[in-house]
């Protein structure tokens, strides 16, 4: 795959993970736990979910400046362009995406699709390997740094995430907002769909890069 095609998948995957995004928040039982504080900032702030998705974002990539200083790569330097895109396609979806499901059997359906959607994405993004969003960057960066299992920091960071949106969301809101069963099925499923995809869209050139290639086995 050449350079400019892996940019490419890397926006397309950007879109697919931001609709089933706001697929999961439609319906209306929680929100992927990286996108648990954004959407509860959009409840409470004048800001569009796209827009507080961004914000969170840019704070995770001040992060990873204070973590690499003048080892963070110039290409990092690319999240804050694909984060404006992401957030735009967030609110774009969400805007898009008018259904209000009644029926429980719906609301899981859209839920189990959005989640297959994000792992889309997710997947689609790791097979660019260019560039990660910078929630999953800092995560990376994190676990790079301090010699720690990638999984077990990701797991940390989601329950952080999670905990803090609950926090925030009871004491301006009195109740919690955007966490439900919901997140819990966004977070148990997204990595296992994710390596499925992977499994079956990717292969290793000769090179050991990853690259995009349908196929059965």
């Known amino acids: ?10 926006i397309l995957a950007v879109m697919i993970q931001s609709a089933g995004i706001a697929l999961v928040v ?12 954004p959407y509860v900032l959009s409840l409470i702030s004048p800001f569009t ?22 080892d963070f790569p110039a290409v990092f330097w690319l999240q804050i362009p694909v984060t404006i895109l992401f957030g735009f396609c967030i609110d774009f979806f969400m805007n898009l995406f008018t259904i ?28 660019a390997d260019v560039l990660m969003l910078a929630g999953e960057g800092a ?16 797991v940390g960071n989601d329950i952080s995430l999670v905990i803090l949106a609950a926090i925030v969301s009871v004491l301006t809101m009195g109740t919690i907002e955007g966490i439900r069963e919901g997140t819990l099925i966004s977070a148990l499923l ?3 769909i994710a390596r ?14 990853i690259y995009l290639a349908p196929h059965k086995s």
């Open 1 to 10: 795959m050449s350079t400019p095609k892996r940019y490419l998948l890397l």
């Open 26 to 37: 439609k319906s209306l039982l929680g929100t992927s736990p990286i996108s648990s504080l």
């Open 49 to 70: 979910f796209g827009q507080t998705t961004f914000a969170v974002n840019m704070v995770f990539v001040v992060f990873e400046l204070l973590m690499l200083r003048r």
């Open 100 to 127: 209000v499901p009644d029926a429980y059997a719906l609301k899981l359906l859209l839920c189990l699709l959005g989640t297959a959607l994000v792992a889309l994405g997710v997947a689609g993004q790791g097979i």
């Open 139 to 154: 995560v990376y960066t994190f676990a790079h740094q301090f010699h720690i299992d990638f999984g077990k920091v990701k």
């Open 190 to 192: 997204t990595g296992i």
């Open 196 to 209: 499925f995809y992977l499994r079956h869209l990717s292969r290793i050139d000769a090179h050991g890069r």
